[in-house]
């Protein structure tokens, strides 16, 4: 009995949905870069398997619903049949070593130039505000961004069918499920934050109207697949890419809440003091009444460690954490949190490189290093 008492809480069993999990360290979706030509590549089979523990949930870097959902190099889609198929001996090869796998999908509304757009037209948002040039620790130098082209609103379902289809896509591909990309400043979020959205007509105004999309993408998505396969990523309290909301706490609760009603399997969200790309902040908020108001499963990701990761399961704020660079540099991470090893120092210089294996799948695991 001994050896159960000391199991640490990150790595207790937990059933999320129709899934038993082993542990509660999930692989955080981490784009990459390294999908040549908007494909998935074989060398992703390795980076992903080598993170693939019996029972642990990955989820997929940032993929693209449709054509016009781009805005980076190398970005993997899902809505072509060339993509769902290169996607498949990934999915394989993660449910070959016992894993979950959800596909995350994505769409970046105005996070684009032409260059990334079909026919080079202009990228599409809630808004026709422009970026302003700012540095980013994203790869990409944001004084390239296109000024975006506001939705007409009959425009919009089309959108929200893109979502639908590339769930399809992902459960073609053999995903598990999917998580679906509200966060960051990207197009979704461009309709919820106040700051970017600036529309007069349902899709504007109030938190009920700027929530609608996100939502409906939700209810689309969900009818397509099954709620208990549907998770979705917010981080209400980022400004990323120019996209803050004066009132984050109540956006996030109207989420929170607006979910029930669709019985999704989980919601991520990403902890206030995540202000800024890979920077933590101090920072008075909290997401526990999300976490109370939400009842599915409640994962929380930003800036974790193994000791505020194990506090943040046995103080109940969290069913699962999401662990993004520490995962990146220790494929092996839940054996190393068991043991308490020294952890593999990340290099951000690596991140998003198009090399097939340096930065990518070239961390040791701990053997390698006795």
């Not at 981490?30 to 998935?40: A, E, F, H, I």
């Not at 990934?90 to 070593?97: L, P, R, Y």
């Not at 026709?128 to 296109?146: R, S």
């Not at 952890?343 to 930065?359: A, C, H």
């Amino acid at each position: 009995m001994a050896a159960e008492a000391a199991t640490i809480p990150l790595l207790t069993p937990y059933k999320l949905g129709k899934f038993n999990l082993s542990h509660r360290v999930v692989l955080a979706p981490l784009t990459r870069q390294r999908s040549y030509g908007n494909v998935p590549q074989p060398h992703a089979v390795l980076y992903y398997s080598q993170r693939t523990s019996k029972g642990g949930l990955l989820i997929a870097e940032a993929t693209g619903v449709s054509d016009t959902a781009q805005g980076y190099p190398d970005t993997p889609g899902i809505w072509t049949k060339e993509q769902v198929e290169a996607w498949k001996p990934i999915v394989d090869a993660v449910h070959a070593k016992g894993g979950v796998f959800f596909c995350q999908i994505w769409h970046v509304g105005r996070v684009s130039n032409q260059g990334f757009q079909p026919n080079g037209q202009a990228p599409i948002s809630s808004t026709d505000k422009p970026l302003t040039p700012q540095n980013e620790a994203n790869g990409i130098d944001v004084a390239d961004f296109t000024p975006p082209r506001r939705l007409r609103i009959e425009e919009i379902p089309q959108i929200v069918n893109d979502f639908r289809l590339a769930a399809r896509n992902a459960i073609e591909a053999g995903f598990d499920g999917v998580e679906i990309h509200g966060a960051h400043g990207y197009l979704i979020d461009q309709f919820m934050k106040d700051q970017v959205n600036d529309r007069t007509d349902q899709y504007g105004g109030s938190l009920e109207n700027r929530c609608r999309f996100a939502l409906e993408v939700v209810e689309a998505v969900a009818n397509e697949i099954g709620a208990d396969r549907v998770g979705i990523r917010l981080s209400p309290f980022a400004d990323y890419m120019q996209s803050g909301d004066s009132d984050p706490n109540a956006l996030g609760l109207y989420m929170a809440e607006s979910l029930n009603k669709y019985g999704i399997l989980y919601c991520h969200m990403v902890e206030p003091r995540m202000k800024t790309v890979g920077e933590i902040s101090d920072c008075p908020h909290s997401l526990v009444p999300m976490r109370k108001a939400f009842k599915g499963s409640f994962f929380v990701a930003g800036g974790y460690q193994r000791v505020d990761g194990n506090k943040a399961i046995a103080e109940e704020r969290a069913d699962l954490v999401v662990f993004g660079r520490l995962f990146l540099a220790n494929p092996d991470l839940p054996k190393r949190f068991k043991l308490n090893a020294p952890l593999n120092k990340y290099n951000r210089d690596t991140f998003y490189i198009s090399d097939p294996v340096v930065g990518y799948s070239d961390y040791p695991f701990l053997e390698d290093n006795a």
